[in-house]
């Protein structure tokens, strides 16, 4: 029997691809499943293709993209602006390294892990709580947030001293906090310690089933009142759902996000500094999922790999000038495309996409049938 009826899916396989072909993401056909296995493919060979630094460089773009995710999700799915998100992906990197650190076994590394997720995760909640529960809303949010980033800049930049130590780990100033543990997988001498290609494969795969469980999330029935609030609050309000709780799991699912992120980000380097809490790298975020798409999942992660290499490619090229012009493509790159491309890239190519389907439905449709001549 078909997966797919007219009247829905009977198996779980047919409901899990309704959930991943839903109305509230891009990308429904055939062509586009065979172009993202495709796609996946080629990043997948691609270290076999290159030299480990350029893998290396690559395994960051990818951790930065779990960031671009948590933004995308909560501002372009539930139509909250977080300016600030580096908030938790910053605390998230900062308490792997501490208790990476002070705990170094395999065994400690996976204690780090999961502390790293919870305090990210935690902090995000306690902040959504205060200000949805609060009745902070709209601009003020983008503003809290923000502001909550710039307070752990100027605090974590300030612990330069000797006595700014948890346990064994020096939280080091602007000087930032070395010694970070690798992300390491399993127990004793079997313990697998993920780095170079090993990282950058497992960032892969963690950001494909992050990718895929959105997809699921958004389509599903929690998407649908996200979507909802992001339209229309009062309505919503209106029809029984509680707004503000609504706001805060989805806030804290993008937290959540950003923290995984962090702890890759930390393993990455085996280093953090404060810069991650600064207003530069806080406006990143917002720059990735404005050109990739609000509502694309994907174009937030395409952005982010795209703007991202270019800016790598322009530092290594031409040195600091090349970071100063990035800085200027960057900017300029986001005025354009809020000026000719609200919706952003992605959405303004599935829009381009579907019109020549019409186009082209339409001319089929109004050719007429060549007749058989009578016998």
């Known amino acids: 029997m078909s997966d797919r009826l007219d009247g829905g899916s009977t198996s779980l396989v047919g409901r899990l691809r309704d959930r991943l072909e839903g ?30 630094y350029t893998v290396i460089q690559s395994s960051r773009y990818l951790a930065l993209s779990f960031l671009a995710l948590s933004l995308c999700f909560i501002w372009g799915y539930a139509g909250v602006l977080s300016f600030g998100q580096v908030a938790f992906f910053g605390v998230s990197a900062y308490a792997f390294g501490v208790i990476g650190i002070n705990f170094s076994s395999s065994i400690g590394v996976g204690l780090a892990i999961v502390g790293a997720l919870l305090a990210g995760t935690l902090s995000a ?18 503003i809290m947030t923000l502001v909550v980033a710039l307070v752990l800049n100027t605090f974590m930049a300030q612990t330069a001293g000797s006595e700014w130590a948890v346990g064994a780990a020096q939280l080091g100033g602007f000087n930032g906090m070395t010694n970070i543990p ?51 609050e009062a309505r919503t309000t209106t029809f029984g759902y509680d707004v ?3 706001k805060l799991v989805v806030f804290t699912i993008g937290g959540a996000l950003a923290a995984v992120g962090g702890v890759f980000y930390a393993s990455w380097g085996n280093y953090i500094d404060p810069s ?94 060549t007749e058989e001549p009578a016998e």
Request: aromatic share 10%; hydrophobic share 55%; proline share 5%.
């Open 23 to 52: 109305p509230n993401t891009i990308g429904e056909s055939a062509p586009f499943w065979i172009g993202f296995v495709v796609a996946v493919a080629a990043l997948a060979a691609y270290p076999l293709t290159t030299d480990p």
């Open 276 to 369: 991650v809490f600064g207003i530069a790298f806080a406006a990143l975020p917002v720059v990735w999922v404005s050109v990739g798409g609000r509502e694309s999942l994907l174009g937030a992660i395409g952005a982010t790999l795209a703007i991202e290499r270019m800016r790598t490619g322009l530092s290594s090229g031409i040195g600091p000038v090349g970071s100063e012009w990035a800085l200027v493509i960057v900017g300029g790159l986001l005025l354009g495309v809020i000026l000719f491309l609200p919706a952003g890239v992605v959405p303004a190519l599935d829009d381009f996409v579907g019109e020549l389907r019409e186009k082209r439905d339409e001319r089929s449709q109004s050719t007429p049938a």
């Open 182 to 232: 690798s992300l390491t997988i399993g127990v004793g001498e079997t313990a697998l310690v993920l780095e170079g290609v090993g990282l950058y494969y497992a960032l892969l795969v963690a950001l494909v089933a992050a990718y895929l469980g959105l997809r699921v999330l958004v389509n599903g029935s929690f998407g649908m009142t996200m979507v909802a609030v992001r339209e229309d």
């Open 244 to 246: 503000p709780f609504v």
């Open 125 to 142: 909640a306690l902040l959504g709580y205060f200000m949805f529960y609060g009745g902070v809303r709209e601009t003020y949010v983008t």
